[in-house]
């Protein structure tokens, strides 16, 4: 599986952004996909993921830790081989390369990566 990131940019406060992420490579539908984002000096952390069929807690169910829960909504488009990450009301500790991923199932390593997209968010 190939995926490729797109849609970063420099934002401002308050600010939506959408990313795009468009994958390749096998059966897209089986994967769960997701997001995480990496900030300088920070750890990569795990920002979203919506389950494929493959996975145990149903196709289509996201997951959001509390940093972004309300804020960012992940989708799936499997006929477009595409998953978006919709960024609503951005912070500046938004900032932050986002990566997409796939792998079998929501909440455990992901197999497959593709390179970040750079988000800043400043005024």
């Known amino acids: 599986v190939q995926l490729q990131a797109s849609g970063g940019g420099l934002v401002q406060p308050g600010d939506s952004l959408r990313l795009s992420c468009a994958a390749s490579?096998?059966?897209?539908?089986?994967?769960?996909f997701g997001w995480s984002r990496q900030a300088p000096g920070k750890e990569r952390e795990g920002i979203a993921c919506?389950?494929?069929?493959?996975?145990?807690?149903?196709?289509?169910?996201?997951h959001y830790p509390d940093s972004v829960k309300g804020r960012f909504t992940i989708s799936r488009d499997d006929a477009k081989n595409t998953v978006y990450l919709q960024m609503n009301s951005l912070k500046p500790e938004d900032t932050a390369d986002y990566y997409c991923?796939?792998?079998?199932?929501?909440?455990?390593?992901?197999?497959?990566w593709g390179k970040g997209t750079l988000v800043t968010v400043s005024s």
């Open positions: 919506i389950a494929g069929r493959g996975g145990n807690t149903g196709r289509g169910n996201t």
């Open positions: 490579g096998g059966d897209l539908s089986y994967y769960a």
């Open positions: 991923a796939a792998g079998a199932a929501c909440g455990v390593e992901p197999h497959y």
